[in-house]
């Protein structure tokens, strides 16, 4: 797992942009990945999947982008809005064992009006 | 439809003490994980049920942590002389299992603060 802290990461955007939120997954071997959004006082939030056979999977106003050469994952999301405040967090799963997820240390994504 | 159901949502209780935690899986969902999420951190994996297999214990960070899942349904979590470091918040989540991977849906968690 990776190092973490009290100190999201923050992205802050304005309202009716395009947000990217990046995500560098670590086991070369995981064969599917997933984003969650996370409000706070909620649990995690399923947004999108995509399996390892695939790179790029669309959802409504987001799009998933998987790049196994550099093992990186991005969620885009279109035209954010007010509600898409939240902390996003990628997870990786591998194939072998049991399905658990790894997640990453999350993102806050802020958005200005 | 009903989600992923966790009781109690907050939980104060003095050093020493048990706990116990409960969380009902959607409906149908045979696939039954616990994690942990310490404040402003990532999720950390605590152990998983899968049918009548035995399960993946290979996350609980210490022997003073079970879990249970009774009927295949219903799972509770225990913690046995809770110590400061155990305040958390405490996830449930479910799953399908079939020939693909299914995402994992979570509860709202149980807020453990150790005093």
Redesign the interface.
Known sequence: GESVGLHLPTLSVQEGDNSIINCAYSNSASDYFIWYKQESGKGPQFIIDIRSNMDKRQGQRVTVLLNKTVKHLSLQIAATQPGDSAVYFCAESLSQGAQKLVFGQGTRLTINP | GAG?SQSPSNKVTEKGKDVELRCDPISGHT?L?W?RQS???????LI?F?GNSAP?K??LPSDRFSAERTGGSVSTLTIQRTQQEDSAVY?C?S?L?GT??Q???????TRLSIL
């Open positions: 992923v696939a994980y994690y404040l402003g951190q990532g999720l950390e994996f998983y899968q993946d290979s996350g996830l989540a799953s299992v693909g991977r995402p994992q849906h979570f509860g709202d968690g």
